[in-house]
Every structure is written in C-alpha cells, then in structure tokens.
C-alpha cells in the first residue's frame, strides 16, 4: 500500500464474477459502498447487481477493459472512490497498475509496486530467494528471451522443462517442454499467453518435478510490515497448470516440514516488505521443498484458509490499506478441523472440458452446516465465451479430511445447475479416487487418471423426461411451446449440469 488516508467510504473493484462478489460482501461488512468496474460484456451478473454503483469501463475484449489501466483509474475516479481493489487475476499483480492507482491519489488495495515487482515478478522474485539461501529449482531466469537461446537453455537443464510467465501466474502463460522439438513452438506460445494476460512476453525455465506436491503457505504483513503465516494449503490437483480442487490444511506435511516452509514462507515475503496478503508456493518432492513462486495477491482458494482458520482475508487487506490492521502477538491460530474447495467451471466434461456459454437456468446450492458457496452468476445470467469459465467455488468444512470429502461429494451430488454443462461430475470422480482420498496425489494426478474425457452416464427415461421438462422452463416461454421431439434427448440440450 502506498498511502492510508484513513477510512474508506467508496472502493472500487477492477475485477469481475465470484471474486468481485467476494470484495463487495467485505465491503458490505464494513458499511463500505463500492463501485464496480465492468465491461460491456458482464452487466448480467450478480456483482452487477450487488454493487452500490456500476461504470462500464470498456467492451469485452480484456485488453480494453479489466487490462486497461486508464479506463480502470478513470472510472474509479468517475465513481467517487478512495481505493481500488483488483482481487485477482487481471490487474492484481501489476505493479504499474498500483503505481498509476496511488499517482492518481487513490489508494491500492494490496501490496505495494516496489513489493510486487519485487515478489511478484517470479524471475526478480528467484534472484531475491537465491539471496536468503531459499532452495530453488534448478532453471533460467536471464533477460535474453530469443527463442533460440531459451532453447539453449532448456536443453541445458534437460528435458522435461516447464517455461512460465514471469510477471504472472495461476496456469497462464505456462506449458511443459517434453523435449526440443516442441520447445520452439511451445515457447512462443507462451510468450503470446503471458503477454495477452499479463502484459509482459518474459518467460522464465524451471526443470519439471514429475512427482511434485503443490504447496503453499497463506502470508499476511499487517500495516507495519509484520509478516505472519495462516499455514499452508494443498493444491496438487491441477488441469494443465490451473488447480481445480485445493484444501486445507495439506495432508503431506509432517509438523517439522510445516514449520520449515512456513518460516522460509516469511521470510522471503519479509525481504520483499509485504503488506497485505499474498501466497508463497512451493513443489515438495521426496521430502525436499522448493520455492515456486510467490502471488502478490489474494488467491482463488483463499477461502479454505479462512475456514480453518476463521479468519476474513478481504477484510483485513481492506482494514490494512487503511492502516489499522495490525497482528496480535497474543493471537495463536491453529488450524481447525478440514476445508475442500472445489471450482465450479462451466464446460462439458464428457468432450474434456470445453467450455460451455449461454443462458442460465434454474441454478440451487444446497444449504446445510459447513457449506460455504461463493459464485458470480444466478438463473437467468448469460455465461459469456469472453473470460474464465469458473462460475462458482464450493467449499466446505468438517472436522476431519476424509468428512469434508464425504461432504464435498454429497454438495456437489445436491447441486442444481440448468442451462449449461459444468464439471460437476468430474469433481466427483476426482474426490472419489483412491489417490485423493489417502492424499497421495501429485501435480500429474490428472494427467495420469483423468487424461480422457469421462464417460456419461445413462439416464433413465423418467429422468430424460424430467431433464426435457426443465429445459423447456429453463429456456423460457419462447421454447416452452416447442415440440417436445426437440427437446426429447438431454444430451441435445444440458441436463443438471451434466
């Protein structure tokens, strides 16, 4: 943060779905309005609708919109806001965007740009590590960036090499090199990704761990730069880079290994004078820990965190922008009981996840004890082919692990969504693994059993004519007279998310 001019009364969200929805029930919580700024493309959406004022910024293409760093300030300013909170993704980890947010007087709500271009850049953020004797690695993180001399490079560390983004993270921009004649093209690809997501084409090599947990630690540093740790969460279950399901607090860590992390945790994010909260990751292979990188932001999977923990992330960046948000030496947090998180994503399991835009239908979330939902859309909302087809976050809570899968399992049985494919049932079959349910998984677990689309079940006649039912109200009165031959097969349509 680079300046606390004391109580806000107005904040503004560069960001857009769930996450903005996250920032304004905080605000709310506050007794804070907020401005939201979107795009032509997501005025049917729940943030929309939630937010004390609305400015569209741009039209949906991101580089004219949530990337726009002027349209962002412009319309925070219009709005009458005294901060900007970016969430994640987008904007979030950009350093000129926080730059330009406190040049125009307003306050970043989140660490400052020294801080993020210090941590969050991930090749200054090695250097930085390699410093304070952190494990890293083995890799390249030069400034020559021609394909040809990443290539050198590559071959130098030896194949399988990972290539990534360096001023981002969260998948993009990230693609695995099994040997050198793939490398050039996946390279540029790339190079083309991070760029078209981050604003920068820098990509940086790390040799591929093929047996790796993903690990991370939760870091907090109040307004006087005290960093803590709020413990660690797994989060080896990953589709091509992206995770799908996290939890808290891992089940791969020995108490001693916890310790460990947590303390190098803290301290690289100490040497990057870190406000506000931010994750440092890390790959754990054969007992041995190394630093991955670390996100200057708040994280899709925060609320596992939040709810071993019972701790309110957003709140406190919010109250620590402010200048008031100071740790209590006194406070002892320790972890209760299990938290599973799983994203909810609009696509088509059974074609290997393509994704899967249009209208809304009848959208239920079944309520009960320890069930937490967090999502950007209702019934009636379009699910657009612009952005992040992640239209929800399940989570839950129970006293053990193996509860909160059982419980994970029968929310996700329970859940109704109409109108589009989502993963739903793929969620299950992953929560219901042998290797997830002992917590032996590693980065390659899907890759290793879920490769493959996976198969679609038969449905029973009652259940096609149910399915064929709902379709018809979903879709409104202008398909409710059609011929029920059109709508017979739920597999021409979408049937509870199926």
Known sequence: M?????????IAIANRGEVAVRIIKACEELGIETVLLHSEADINSRAYRMATKTICIGPAATA????????NINGALAGGAQAIHPGFGFLSENAD????VSNAGLTFIGPSAEAIRSLGDKVHCKELAKKAGLPLVPGYQGENQQVANLITEAE??????????????????????KSSAEAAELIESAQREAQSAFGSPKVFLEKYLDRAKHIEFQIFGDATGNVVHFFDRECSVQRRHQKIIEEATSPSLTEELRRRMGEAACAIATLGKYKGAGTVEFLLQDGEFYLLEVNT??????????????VDLVKMQILTAQGEYIHDPKMIRVPRGHSIECRIYAE???LGGVP???????????EGPGRRYEYGFDSGDTITPYYDPMIAKVIVWDENRQRAIQKMIRVLKDSVVFGVHTNIPYLIEI??????????MTTRFIETYFADPIKEPELTEVEKKIAAAALAQARGTQHAGATASASASPWMTYWRGI
């Not at 680079?2 to 107005?10: A, L, N, V, W, Y």
């Open 356 to 366: 899967s835009t249009g209208l809304l239908g009848h959208v239920e979330w079944p």
């Open 156 to 177: 130098r560390i030896g194949y399988p090499v990972i290539v990534k983004a360096a001023a981002g993270g969260g998948g993009r921009g990230m693609k695995l090199i």
């Open 97 to 100: 965007f926080a730059e330009a």
């Open 431 to 440: 929560l219901s693994h042998k290797e997830f349910v002992m917590g032996t």
């Open 2 to 10: 680079t300046k606390m001019p004391g109580k806000f009364t107005r």
């Open 348 to 350: 088509n399991p059974f």
């Open 64 to 71: 004219e919109s949530y990337l726009n760093i002027e349209a």
């Open 297 to 310: 932001r708040l994280q899709v999977e925060h609320p596992v965190t939040e709810e071993v923990l019972g």
